[in-house]
């Protein structure tokens, strides 16, 4: 299975990227039984050379249909002016959210004066809370130290007592 002659991996490669990347319908398509191709046939496609003949082809397919982010949003661009001129208000609409959605312009993440406001009004509570319970430790510990120090003074275990002259 290691060797495997570059022309039979090249042709289960470009059969695998045309019948959608299906390792079985490759297989099939090229010739191979239906059982082989189920069980046998699937090691197939560890083979590094075959591994290595999909790359080549994949890198070669992305360069050949280059889609950049400057090419969609000019067509996205062109949309908008073709639904304008159509008076056709929804696409108009459509395109401009795509526009904003390849941006990075959500709805969500938008900025918005009245969201950040409520934003900062809930980490101000949050804060004001946080101190609170804060507050509120730093008293039970106090209380709690101070229940120790009475367990100590009142206990007989020779420790000095505060009412001893100290």
């Known amino acids: ?3 495997l002659a570059p022309e039979k991996a090249r042709a289960i490669a470009a059969e695998y990227i045309n019948n959608g990347f299906e390792k079985v319908k490759t297989l099939l398509t090229i010739g191979y039984s239906e059982s ?3 069980h046998v046939g699937l ?9 290595a003949e999909i790359a080549r082809i994949q890198t070669k397919l992305q360069v050949k249909c280059e889609i950049t982010r400057e090419t969609q949003l000019n067509c996205l661009t062109d949309t908008y002016d073709l639904a304008k001129v ?7 609409v459509s395109a401009v959210r795509e526009q904003n959605e390849m941006l990075g312009y959500h709805r969500e ?7 950040e406001r409520k934003r900062l009004a809930r980490m101000d509570l ?18 709690e130290g101070d229940k ?10 020779g420790v000095v007592r505060a009412t001893d002259g100290i």
Request: aromatic share 4%.
């Open 43 to 51: 090691k197939l496609f560890d083979n590094e050379t075959v591994k």
């Open 36 to 38: 082989y191709s189920k």
């Open 1 to 3: 299975m290691n060797r």
């Open 126 to 143: 949050e804060t004001k809370r946080m101190a609170e319970i804060k507050a509120d430790k730093r008293l039970s510990q106090v209380a």
């Open 109 to 115: 993440l938008a900025p918005n004066e009245e969201k």
């Open 86 to 92: 159509q008076k056709n208000p929804s696409a108009m």
């Open 148 to 157: 120790v120090i009475e367990s100590v003074l009142e206990g007989d275990s």
